[in-house]
């Protein structure tokens, strides 16, 4: 133990790196150094020190006018995950489609409400966990279990990645709780499988093209 009490730089960092890791500080969050310091009730020097290092390590980044925010990791990585749970998932929803009950479609409705109703004190990794919830239902009875494995193995790996993508596009959950119920609509009316299947599909694309856009509007600021 190198010293009885960490320094307040170490502190700081900590206690970030903590909000990250465990998802209440999500991709895209603004961290406001002087907000970080009131809560920890420490000056604003050992908060801006904790914050370069975060940023050295990769998960922080730091713009002029904007300021810091927590970085999306491994956006290579994040790009082949939805796309391939998006074909996984579109399958898995489009075969549980015939087994569901009207409890299932009830179900999901009143996870879509709750999303709804985070609209507008928006938190994004709630709402991130109540869209798993909401699509669980919809797949979650899919008969084939090399299919289904795959959709798990796909959201486990977002978890992995630490993603919430609705923290840089909030305006993309608004979108996609309109999607959820046109999804139960089609499958309310017997829909034809195939359109199940790729309207479950191109809403996950959605999302990605949402984050594919906020990064292209950051990565090339006008001139």
Same mark, same amino acid.
């Given at each position: =133990?190198?010293?009885?009490?960490?320094?307040?730089?170490?502190?700081?960092?900590?206690? !970030?790196?903590? &909000? !990250?890791?465990?998802?209440?500080?999500?991709?895209?969050?603004?961290?406001?150094?002087?907000? +970080?310091?009131?809560?920890?009730?420490?000056?604003?020097?050992?908060? &801006? %020190?904790?914050?370069?290092?975060?940023?050295?390590?990769?998960?922080?980044?730091?713009?002029? /006018?904007?300021?810091?925010?927590?970085?999306?990791?491994?956006?290579?990585?994040? #790009?082949? #995950? =939805? %796309?391939?749970?998006?074909?996984?998932? @579109?399958?898995?929803?489009?075969?549980?489609?015939?087994?569901?009950?009207?409890?299932?479609?009830?179900?999901?409705?009143? +996870?879509?409400?709750? =999303? +709804?109703? $985070?609209?507008?004190?928006? +938190?994004?990794? &709630?709402?991130?966990? *109540?869209?798993?919830?909401?699509?669980?239902?919809?797949?979650?009875? $899919?008969?084939?279990?090399?299919?289904?494995?795959?959709?798990?193995?796909?959201?486990?790996? *977002?978890?992995?990645?630490?993603?919430? #993508?609705?923290?840089?596009?909030? @305006?993309?959950? &608004?979108?996609?709780?309109?999607?959820?119920?046109?999804? *139960?609509?089609? !499958?309310? /009316? @017997?829909?034809?499988?195939?359109?199940?299947?790729?309207?479950?599909?191109?809403h996950r694309l959605a999302t990605l093209d949402a984050i594919h856009?906020?990064?292209?509007?950051?990565?090339?600021?006008?001139?």
């Amino acid at each position: =133990m190198k010293t009885a009490t960490p320094s307040k730089s170490q502190l700081a960092y900590d206690w !970030i790196r903590a &909000r !990250i890791d465990d998802g209440r500080y999500v991709s895209g969050f603004r961290l406001v150094l002087g907000q +970080i310091a009131g809560e920890l009730g420490i000056s604003v020097v050992p908060v &801006r %020190e904790a914050i370069r290092r975060l940023e050295a390590e990769g998960l922080v980044t730091f713009e002029k /006018n904007v300021g810091a925010q927590v970085a999306l990791l491994q956006d290579t990585e994040y #790009t082949y #995950t =939805m %796309e391939t749970l998006a074909l996984v998932e @579109g399958a898995a929803t489009q075969l549980s489609a015939p087994l569901l009950t009207g409890d299932h479609i009830y179900r999901a409705r009143a +996870i879509n409400r709750e =999303m +709804i109703a $985070c609209l507008d004190d928006f +938190i994004p990794h &709630r709402f991130t966990q *109540l869209n798993q919830e909401f699509h669980a239902v919809l797949f979650e009875e $899919c008969p084939n279990p090399h299919i289904l494995d795959l959709v798990h193995r796909g959201w486990n790996r *977002l978890r992995v990645l630490r993603d919430s #993508t609705f923290g840089f596009v909030p @305006g993309r959950a &608004r979108e996609s709780v309109e999607e959820h119920e046109q999804i *139960l609509r089609l !499958i309310e /009316n @017997g829909a034809e499988p195939l359109e199940i299947e790729l309207t479950a599909r191109r809403h996950r694309l959605a999302t990605l093209d949402a984050i594919h856009t906020y990064q292209d509007e950051h990565k090339h600021p006008h001139t």
